[in-house]
């Protein structure tokens, strides 16, 4: 299945939101739902690694651990890294963001472009609403994040 979810900033470059991709705004944007605890936060580069404590209700604790397995900027105008999920949650078998920032004149978009496998026996289309609302959150968080310094 695949999700892509646009933000646009006004009045800031795409180096000024890359470089506040960073622990601080990955903890901004976790869902408040599941509660979760992050473990592992190494950045954003190739290589680095996440891991997240998720506590589902009735099933317990799941772990989720995904490796940046590229990254490329483009001068000023274009910033890009994908994580892939190397632990991935009872309910997902294949995790795959890119995570895309780029210039438009004075604004930037960013893109959260995601693909991902719902594991059997659990169709795709029943992990997509709760997906898809979770990154479609970020918009907002995106505006209050950048907005406030």
Request: net charge neutral; proline share 5%; glycine share 4%.
């Amino acid at each position: 299945m695949h999700i892509r979810i646009e933000s646009t900033l006004h009045n800031i470059s795409a180096d000024d939101v890359f470089s506040r991709f960073n622990e601080e705004l990955f903890l901004a944007l976790a869902p408040k739902f599941p509660p979760s605890k992050l473990l592992r936060f190494d950045g954003c580069k190739t290589g680095d690694i996440v891991e997240i404590e998720m506590q589902l209700p009735i099933i317990g604790k799941q772990y989720w651990t995904s490796k940046i397995t590229q990254h490329a900027s483009e001068g000023q105008v274009r910033h890009f890294f994908r994580d892939e999920g190397v632990i991935l949650p009872f309910f997902l078998s294949a995790w795959q963001h890119d995570h895309i920032v780029e210039q438009h004149g004075n604004d930037v978009l960013i893109v959260d472009d995601i693909h991902y496998k719902a594991k059997f026996p659990i169709p795709d289309f029943l992990v997509y609403p709760q997906l898809y609302r979770t990154f479609s959150n970020r918009t907002k968080i995106y505006k209050i994040f950048f907005n406030r310094s």
